[in-house]
């Protein structure tokens, strides 16, 4: 693997990336085409925290020529009797860009914060290659990225800076004109820390913008403090707004 980045360097490549990479497009061509997505309702949590609580989660989308945008926010927060029990937020960027219907490069940068993992924050960045199958069918497709990269993880006790392999796949299937079926994968593996995370979901129409959605998310990670679990579970039913 490549030699772990110090935090300012890491911070560098990050900007750098993300700032440069329209540049990199020849031309782009067209109009913008954009999607935005708000999901909002209650949950309920095992593992490091036990609670029911109020989620938000929101998701804007951007497209012209051969160039994706994403930008990605994740996170609740939850108190008992004036005292908070738990407060968690994940956030990602990425930039792709589509060399033909079934290749592209993505650059993709993500920031967790959570008191309860064991880490108080963790931001990595990567770039990696995808190929997306199943193109000829209507109703389902899949695509998988492998990458490379850096990590940035921050406990109370300790700081680790490491390289990373980053493995990812969605595997999306149009049950019917009304439901949908998704199943989503990563893997971050760094020499200390590998973090896996899984999020499978199924959603129905209610109105023209507006769907229910049932979600199961996990996260399982290695290396945790003795009074820490390694794997976090969420079971959300949320209402999803689409603009």
């Given at each position: 693997m490549p030699a772990p980045l110090p935090p300012a360097a890491l911070r560098?490549?990050?900007?750098?990336?993300?700032?440069?990479a329209p540049a990199l497009a020849e031309e782009e061509t067209g109009d913008w085409e954009t999607?935005?997505?708000?999901?909002?309702?209650?949950s309920y949590n095992t593992g490091n925290s036990e609670d029911e609580?109020?989620?938000?989660?929101?998701?804007?989308?951007?497209?012209?020529?051969?160039?994706?945008?994403?930008?990605?926010?994740?996170?609740?927060r939850s108190s008992t009797r004036d005292?908070?029990?738990?407060?968690?937020?994940y956030a990602y960027g990425t930039t792709t860009h589509n060399y033909d219907e079934d290749n592209f490069s993505?650059?993709?940068l993500a920031h967790e914060h959570d008191r309860f993992s064991g880490f108080e924050r963790q931001t990595d960045v990567s770039v990696s290659y995808g190929q997306i199958w199943l193109r000829s069918r209507d109703d389902m497709e899949i695509d998988y990225t492998v990458g490379v990269g850096a990590r940035s993880s921050k406990s109370s006790?300790?700081?680790?800076?490491?390289?990373?392999?980053?493995l990812s796949s969605l595997y999306t299937w149009e049950i019917t004109d009304n439901s949908r079926f998704s199943q989503e994968i990563s893997t971050?593996?760094?020499?200390s820390v590998v973090v896996s995370r899984s999020e499978t979901?199924?959603?129905?129409?209610?109105?023209?913008?507006?769907?229910?959605?049932?979600t199961i998310r996990l996260r399982h990670q290695n290396n945790v403090p003795s009074d820490r679990k390694r794997l976090d579970t969420e079971t959300a039913l949320t209402l999803l707004f689409r603009f």
């Open positions: 560098t490549v990050i900007v750098s990336l993300l700032l440069s999607e935005a997505q708000v999901e909002l309702g209650a609580n109020i989620r938000v989660r929101s998701r804007f989308d951007a497209e012209r020529g051969v160039w994706g945008y994403r930008l990605n926010f994740d996170g609740f005292e908070l029990s738990a407060e968690r937020f993505r650059i993709r006790d300790d700081d680790i800076n490491e390289a990373i392999i980053r971050d593996a760094g020499d979901g199924v959603e129905s129409d209610i109105l023209n913008n507006l769907s229910m959605k049932f």
